[in-house]
């Protein structure tokens, strides 16, 4: 069964550092979002991504959060200069819309996410 | 956006015993899923479930979505199910959006 996969799965940085995390999303969705859990909080929506675009950000998605996908496969969140509150955990997700009965499904297909630990 | 209530906060279990975690939404969502967050802090898929009843094993979800709710059934409970259950939804042209999780602790 396809699956998103994260790299790496722990990342140790310093505060000012830059940070690449990647993903690979299941090969024929369009939709692609990442979400943010500092340890022991619920999941928090960052940024959604189609057509090559950002759709939608949320006000934690500063500008020293950008993302990209550069090669049609490979969907990455940067972090330009780390600060202490970005140690999280970090989730990509991508959608495959599917139609049944009239009916449109968009479920999100997690990643296992990468524990980002600024220091 | 939409808020997400989850209910309870925390839970305490003997194994083998059976429990309801409720979801809550305040306005109508047309996506709505189940996860598991296991000690690795990995979030499994449990159900997709925006409408009706699935069940999957001893694990059991039923969306009222009329009502704006969810119920997610765990039964005959084993160590292995320990976590945090988080649900989530969205409704249409905004993002989804993650309840506070409830903490289940299963005890041997």
């Known amino acids: 069964e396809p699956e998103v996969t994260q790299t790496p799965s722990h990342q140790v940085t310093q505060m000012g550092q830059e940070v690449i995390l990647r993903c690979v999303p299941i090969?024929?969705?369009?939709?692609f979002y990442w979400y943010r859990q500092i340890l022991g909080q619920k999941v928090e929506f960052l940024v959604s991504f189609y057509n090559n675009e950002i759709s939608e950000k949320s006000e934690i998605f500063d500008d020293q959060f950008s993302v990209e996908r550069p090669d049609g496969s490979n969907f990455t969140l940067k972090i330009r200069s780390t600060k202490l509150e970005d140690s999280a955990m970090y989730f990509c997700?991508?959608?495959?819309?599917?139609?049944?009965?009239?009916?449109?499904?968009?479920?999100?297909?997690f990643g296992p996410g990468t524990r980002l630990t600024v220091l | 956006g939409i808020q997400v209530e989850q209910s309870p906060p925390d839970l305490i279990l003997q194994e083998g015993a059976n429990s309801t975690l409720r979801c809550n939404f305040s306005?109508?969502?047309?996506?709505l899923q189940w996860f598991h967050q296991n000690p690795w802090g990995q979030l499994i898929n449990l159900f997709y479930i925006p409408s009706g009843t699935k069940q999957n094993g001893r694990l059991s979800a039923t969306t009222v979505a009329t009502e704006r709710y969810s119920l997610l059934y765990i039964s005959s409970s084993q160590t292995t199910d320990s976590g945090v259950y988080f649900c989530?939804?969205?409704?249409?042209?905004?993002?989804?959006?993650f309840g506070p999780g409830t903490r289940l602790s299963v005890l041997p």
């Open positions: 997700a991508s959608i495959g819309v599917r139609t049944s009965g009239g009916a449109i499904y968009n479920e999100q297909f």
């Open positions: 090969s024929n969705h369009l939709y």
């Open positions: 306005d109508s969502v047309n996506n």
């Open positions: 989530a939804g969205d409704n249409y042209g905004q993002n989804f959006v």
